[in-house]
């Protein structure tokens, strides 16, 4: 089935801690995208790609990094830096003029 | 810059009632407008989409949606509700140029529609 998987589903990361979720799609799609989501906040745009090899800040890209090495992934790092990276997360992928199709998320705690 | 407000945080409604949930825009270029629908610790799923042509747009599970240009707005309208319908609702605005603009996609904070039997 055509669609975007997102990995792992809940997460824990200790205090100073990278970690990684993964997106990947295949859909074809150019352009893939990294939300947070928090609480009454709505979905806050992280970072996102329109082609491999080239990403865009969002609105709320202190202490997150990402990378487009392929066109199918759209891995997301939560890095040390990121003081309050408790949230759900969402990879998305569109084509050009179409939706945005979503992953399932993935629930980040820090423990 | 675009933006997008959802005008209710939450709504309550009695199961059978008609409900709307408001959706007002703002943006320099014309826009494509979208509402989603995310159920409990679930990614989002598109209900409807407006592209072009008819400004009343028919989604799935009976929603229905107005593009109102004048008044920069994109009600979403169901005339009789379910219990199935409670969930997360967010409206999404993306730009209609090409290139670089047409990828940024911009939601509101999203509306919490309860349905009570």
């Known amino acids: 089935d055509g669609g975007i998987t997102q990995s792992p589903k809940y997460l824990f990361r200790k205090e100073g801690q990278n970690v990684t979720l993964s997106c990947e799609q295949n859909l074809n799609h150019d352009a893939m995208y990294w939300y947070r989501q928090d609480p009454g906040q709505g979905l806050r745009l992280i970072y996102y790609?329109?082609?491999?090899?080239?990403?865009q800040k969002g609105d709320i890209a202190e202490g997150y990094s990402v990378s487009r090495e392929k066109k199918e992934s759209f891995p997301l790092t939560v890095t040390s830096a990121q003081k309050n990276p408790t949230a759900f997360y969402l990879c998305?992928?569109?084509?050009?003029?179409?939706?945005?199709?979503f992953g399932q998320g993935t629930r980040l705690t820090v423990v | 810059a675009q933006s997008v407000t959802q005008l209710d945080s939450q709504v309550p409604v009695f199961e059978e009632a008609p409900v709307e949930l408001r959706c007002n825009y703002s943006s320099s270029v014309s826009v494509y407008l979208f509402w989603y629908v995310q159920y409990p610790n679930q990614g989002l799923q598109l209900l409807l989409k407006?592209?072009?042509?008819?400004?009343l747009v028919k989604g799935i599970n009976g929603f229905e949606a107005e593009f109102n240009k004048s008044q920069t707005s994109f009600h979403l309208r169901k005339p009789s509700v379910h219990i199935s319908d409670t969930a997360e609702y967010f409206c999404?605005?993306?730009?209609?140029?090409?290139?670089?603009?047409?990828?940024?996609?911009?939601f509101g904070k999203g509306t919490l529609l309860t349905v009570n039997p």
């Open positions: 998305a992928s569109k084509g050009g003029y179409t939706e945005a199709f």
């Open positions: 999404a605005v993306s730009d209609r140029g090409s290139g670089g603009s047409n990828y940024k996609l911009t």
């Open positions: 790609s329109q082609i491999v090899n080239d990403f």
């Open positions: 407006y592209l072009s042509g008819s400004t």
